[in-house]
């Protein structure tokens, strides 16, 4: 399975987000998020938001209804973040988002390759179409995503 990777250098790792705030700025309004381990306390993270539990259509066995978000404390300044690249919509908005959120608090730098750094603000305009998404638009986009690929997967 391939994945999409976010480096986000930090200045300061005591400035890192709390879970919950990151949790907040990733799924505003799901109130079911699963998480393993801790970022500041154990150098990595994964979250997911048990959609099935927030919002009963997804539990008809919807493709990738269950996604995880991997944060990784890689080198002395910088998270690695990763997901699958098929992901829905609502969990690639999450992901991007909590990269930004990120950067903005430790007053850091995005990179896609680890050879050419960009500021959270540019970053963001290059991830508009997923950042400037509401949660409930997202969360309709991936519903509808994710029945039209089980719909397929059903054919075959």
Known sequence: MRHINLFVYCT???????????KKVMWDGAKS????????????????????????????????????????????????????????????????????FISDNTNGK????????????EFTEKVSNFVNCSFKEAVELSYKEAKTYSAKRGKS
């Not at 790792?13 to 709390?18: G, N, R």
């Not at 995005?110 to 603000?121: F, G």
């Open 33 to 100: 998020i699963s998480h393993s381990f801790d970022l500041k306390r154990f150098d990595n993270l994964m979250l997911s938001w048990d959609k099935w539990i927030d919002d009963n259509r997804w539990s008809s066995n919807l493709r990738k209804s269950f996604e995880h978000i991997n944060f990784e404390i890689i080198d002395e300044n910088i998270v690695l973040i990763d997901i699958e690249d098929d992901a829905l919509f609502v969990d690639k908005r999450a992901f991007y988002c909590g990269a930004i």
């Open 110 to 121: 995005i990179s896609e390759d680890k050879l050419v750094w960009i500021t959270p603000q």
């Open 12 to 22: 300061d790792f005591k400035l890192l987000p709390t879970l919950d705030s990151l």
